[in-house]
């Protein structure tokens, strides 16, 4: 039986996808690659909404990405501050410690948005090159408010470079990379982009690579300066890409923009919006007060139990997946980001519903049904 998989990223891969990937491999300094990559690279900037960008794909993870962020733009003896909505930006922490940088943190509690007011606070107080805040992140589900954090980044303190993590938000809620004055954004292949995953998407400002010109990189693979000649000509070489993962962002990213960006955006609320009318339905409780529209993380009826439910869905065909952190065990999270489509998400809510009325909970099918389909 082929597995709904309806985690939070990998997500499901279109056949045509999947074929790309299947070609013969090609020189990754040929003529041929070399295009492909370049037109790869015109989408990422408009996924990012970022004309005034320089974008790069790095055969990587998206925590790659977060480390290319920081590791290119902070220097010896200088701070970040982290703004985290859960796990993932937690991870800006543990990297900046890691790697030897100052690092200050604030974080509500799960599910609610930092206080603006705060992030204006620790910016008048202490001078940070870098503020680094996660888009959507894929352990609470709540969606940051990437502008307004921008706005007062403007107003207190200009110098500070905006990073932003869009590895479980790209594609699926529009991003403005030029407008928000963002100087570093990354994302992964794996989430709404519907490919399989191992590769970082990222874009860099002027002045975030003026900044790297400025410093001693701690990273040699990630050092964007060795990146650059082949981003801006794909028959150059510094490391080997994984020429076949290419074709298939290629070919995801193709699929993306003959949709059109802005449908792929609304199919994201549209497919959001149902799967929380469904389950507003049955009783569940969204953690985010901020939901993003790629994915659900949901809290369980009293008397659930997470690994017998999850258990009891994936031998129905269905996988989600389980919450992280101080929400383990408590709830599950879903994805609806990507190639996902309507039919393919009645069936898993239909199914979700199945399994708990087996487990004992009372949930009337028909409306939750009537909620989705409303
Ligand atoms: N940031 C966010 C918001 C994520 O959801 C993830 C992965 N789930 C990462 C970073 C790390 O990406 P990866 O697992 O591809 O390294």
């Given at each position: 039986m082929k597995e709904l998989l309806l985690i939070p990223g990998p997500t499901p891969v279109q056949e045509d996808v999947l074929e790309a990937m299947s070609e013969p491999v090609i020189s990754h300094t040929s003529p041929e690659f070399a295009n492909i990559l370049k037109e790869t690279l015109s989408f990422v900037k408009e996924l990012f909404g970022a004309k005034n960008g320089f974008p790069f794909v790095i055969t990587g993870s998206g925590t790659l990405g977060m480390e290319m962020a920081l590791t290119n733009i902070v220097g010896e003896n200088e701070s970040v501050l982290v703004v985290s909505h859960g796990y993932f930006g937690d991870r800006f922490e543990e990297l900046a410690k890691h790697i030897g940088i100052d690092v200050d943190k604030i974080k509500p509690v799960a599910g609610e948005h930092i206080d603006l007011e705060i992030v204006r606070q620790k910016l008048k107080e202490k001078h940070y090159t870098a503020l680094t805040l996660t888009h959507v992140d894929t352990s609470t589900g709540v969606l940051a408010d990437v502008e307004s954090v921008s706005k007062i980044i403007q107003e207190v303190s200009p110098e500070t470079l905006f990073v932003v993590d869009?590895?479980?938000?790209t594609g699926g809620v529009r991003e403005e990379f030029d407008n928000w004055k963002i100087d570093v954004i990354l994302t992964g292949s794996?989430?709404?982009?519907?490919t399989p995953p191992g590769l970082t998407l990222l874009a860099f400002s002027q002045r975030a690579i003026e900044k790297r010109k400025s410093i001693k990189p701690r990273t040699y693979y990630g050092d964007i300066l060795k990146w650059m000649p082949v981003m801006e000509?794909?028959?150059?070489?510094?490391a080997t890409p994984s020429v076949n993962l290419f074709f298939a962002l290629h070919q995801s990213l193709k699929d993306i923009f003959e949709m059109g960006l802005e449908n792929y955006f609304k199919k994201h609320e549209d497919l959001a919006r149902r799967v929380r009318n469904a389950f507003n339905e049955v009783g569940l409780t969204l953690?985010?007060?901020?939901?993003?529209?790629t994915l659900s993380v949901f809290l369980y009826p009293e008397g659930i139990d997470d690994k017998t439910f999850r258990g009891k869905l994936k031998e129905k065909g269905v996988v989600v997946a389980n919450t992280l952190a101080e929400l383990y065990g408590k709830g599950f999270r879903m994805g609806h980001m990507g190639s996902v489509t309507k039919d393919e998400l009645l069936v898993a809510v239909t199914k979700i519903v199945e399994t708990f009325e087996e487990l004992g909970y009372k949930v009337n099918k028909g409306k939750v049904i009537e909620a989705f389909l409303s």
């Amino acid at each position: 039986m082929k597995e709904l998989l309806l985690i939070p990223g990998p997500t499901p891969v279109q056949e045509d996808v999947l074929e790309a990937m299947s070609e013969p491999v090609i020189s990754h300094t040929s003529p041929e690659f070399a295009n492909i990559l370049k037109e790869t690279l015109s989408f990422v900037k408009e996924l990012f909404g970022a004309k005034n960008g320089f974008p790069f794909v790095i055969t990587g993870s998206g925590t790659l990405g977060m480390e290319m962020a920081l590791t290119n733009i902070v220097g010896e003896n200088e701070s970040v501050l982290v703004v985290s909505h859960g796990y993932f930006g937690d991870r800006f922490e543990e990297l900046a410690k890691h790697i030897g940088i100052d690092v200050d943190k604030i974080k509500p509690v799960a599910g609610e948005h930092i206080d603006l007011e705060i992030v204006r606070q620790k910016l008048k107080e202490k001078h940070y090159t870098a503020l680094t805040l996660t888009h959507v992140d894929t352990s609470t589900g709540v969606l940051a408010d990437v502008e307004s954090v921008s706005k007062i980044i403007q107003e207190v303190s200009p110098e500070t470079l905006f990073v932003v993590d869009g590895v479980c938000a790209t594609g699926g809620v529009r991003e403005e990379f030029d407008n928000w004055k963002i100087d570093v954004i990354l994302t992964g292949s794996q989430k709404a982009l519907a490919t399989p995953p191992g590769l970082t998407l990222l874009a860099f400002s002027q002045r975030a690579i003026e900044k790297r010109k400025s410093i001693k990189p701690r990273t040699y693979y990630g050092d964007i300066l060795k990146w650059m000649p082949v981003m801006e000509d794909g028959t150059k070489y510094f490391a080997t890409p994984s020429v076949n993962l290419f074709f298939a962002l290629h070919q995801s990213l193709k699929d993306i923009f003959e949709m059109g960006l802005e449908n792929y955006f609304k199919k994201h609320e549209d497919l959001a919006r149902r799967v929380r009318n469904a389950f507003n339905e049955v009783g569940l409780t969204l953690v985010a007060k901020r939901p993003a529209p790629t994915l659900s993380v949901f809290l369980y009826p009293e008397g659930i139990d997470d690994k017998t439910f999850r258990g009891k869905l994936k031998e129905k065909g269905v996988v989600v997946a389980n919450t992280l952190a101080e929400l383990y065990g408590k709830g599950f999270r879903m994805g609806h980001m990507g190639s996902v489509t309507k039919d393919e998400l009645l069936v898993a809510v239909t199914k979700i519903v199945e399994t708990f009325e087996e487990l004992g909970y009372k949930v009337n099918k028909g409306k939750v049904i009537e909620a989705f389909l409303s």
